[in-house]
């Protein structure tokens, strides 16, 4: 068998342990840069572990799909695999420590006015004006997703006293985190004016798109603040501006977006209270990220060659 | 007796609740926005709640003054009060929530380069570079300075899953968190090479000036970072400076400076990798430190009234 490696930034270390376990089971390494950098001899290769999407569509060997990211929206479609029995799986869980920093991160810089501050500093003012100051202390917490992303959020959020966080998901069950309350999604209205930090981990599913729209903004507490690190897609942009504009909300942190590169066009860049970051809350240039990915790709070839069920499967019936 | 609250931003609750608690006293309240505004008949009071320095300096009959704030080291001086037998209390205790969210805050922004990427997107640029990410998660952190501000970060730090939080004071015991390992400021050299994260919530008295001397600054780990939020006396601002311009330091955030503002020709201003912000990490504009600030003057009235120890009282040996 032969396996592919597209992913980048990795380690001696991750290419020794990866060359080392395929040893095990008999099976070829190829670590390439990027698609355009296959040798010919694995342009067929039985997995891939890595950006290999476009090898994938033309790849009838391909038995097993490892991709190093967590949103797999973009291969739900058919004819993304040439061979509709490949099993894909993915590196959700890997990411959850960077995301969560992240969360936290843009969370407090919106509440203390930080970008403010810096951008005065950058121009040489020392800028000492006492803007009011909202807390993650005592605020109320909605996590709307509870995976890996919300779970690790919320235990990091809890150490900083919220009056409460509430969980909100397609189940209305999380097992891993011991949330204040847990609600269906179906029953997300009841708790967004009770709310006043939303942070939306969701996965884009056709569930999931506009699920924030301008009626559940506007019916959000007065000064209110969201942060969205799932999909572009599950937020109204033109009333989540609208909300900012107006002051009904307190701030907003995009860091995924319907198109990426924002383009340049969007109203979203000049939009007041609202911090965009371009798609950095998780990627690979974090070592326990990477180290992480790693890890569980390893883990599934031990599952992948022992004909057990592979531990980070995609359930294509769902969309994660 | 007459008690003078010279503290800003109150709202119309703790005015109240003041006045009540003044009231059960048989003492008479008056509030002024600032010291110019002092009404003539309470130039001389007995008690001050607030920033009422130069009227301390010359009014005899002043028992007790309350600071809304924590660092008293300008009070230390002799002549600061016209009596002698004054009582200082100050409000160390009231800032620890909202500076411990600062200096999350900032460090998430260094390890992260969120200023760098929101400096790209004020330009209009999406900026979409990976730079090397570092984490609190698997971090030495080292906070210098364990009072109120200290613990109250090292129980938020801890939920990141940092390696591990040793805490420097000069008992070198805290009662408060359970630090991994506690350490007296004499043992502060044996700890600066394993740190990755320097945490500096001092007081500003002689024993803390140049604590973070030249040599200090050179031991520390490869890439680490420093947050100071206690006294700018504490740091050599030259080593730090060339620290991080030689890359020996991956990053340094410093709120408090030897003079604020600070001074238009300082290095300090175009340092790289060095993130200033105004002296804004406690102030009274976050409800949550307010309350909190209210709350232990009204106690520590209930305790000079009834003559049991001032719970808040600035010990003049020490300095804090």
Redesign the interface.
Known sequence: MKLLVLTPSLKDRHREAIIEKAGSYDVEVCFAASEDEIPSDFSEPDIIYGFGVKTAQNCRTLKWMCVPWAGVDSLMKPGVFANDECVLTNSSGAYG??IA??I???T??M?????T??????K?N???E?????????SRITVLGTGDIGCTFA??A????PAGIVGVSRSGVCERFDFDKMLKTDDLDSVLPDTDLLVMSLPGTDETVNILNRERIMSMSQGAYIVNVGRGSAIDDDALCDALESGHLGGASLDVFKT???P?ESRL?KTKNL??????AG??????TLNKNVDMFLEDMDNFFNDRPLKNKVDRSRGY
């Open positions: 420590v960077s920093e992240h936290i991160a843009v407090l810089m509440m203390r006015h930080l970008t501050y810096h951008e005065e500093i950058l040489g020392w800028g000492w006492r803007y009011h100051q909202d807390s993650i202390k005592d235990t990091r809890r150490s900083f006293e990426e590169p924002l340049e860049w911090l965009i970051t371009p798609h950095v990627n690979l240039t974090l070592d326990h």
